[in-house]
């Protein structure tokens, strides 16, 4: 796991980004060496954008969160975690 953080101007620029980096993987199967093959790589993310006056670690709880949302989904998928009411 990693985290990467992003800021993005909404929640559909940020939705845009996990599409094309999911898409980034699907086209480029990692080769193997001495001709053994090719690996198709697959992402879950978990999406979180910050409510305001809400701390870091809140956020990064809350990505985890759907990080694990989305890998119970199955595998090449993201989840939204909405920021508190």
Partial sequence: EFLALQQAPDAGAAEHAAQRLLQGLRD???RLPQD???L???MCAGLAE??????MASV???A???LYQAKAAGRDCW?????PD
């Fill in 64 to 66: 985890d969160k759907a």
């Fill in 36 to 38: 053994a093959g090719t």
């Fill in 50 to 55: 910050s409510g305001p006056d809400e701390s």
């Fill in 28 to 30: 480029a199967p990692l």
């Fill in 60 to 62: 990064v709880d809350r």
């Fill in 40 to 42: 198709q790589l697959t």
């Fill in 79 to 83: 989840r939204w975690a909405r920021p």
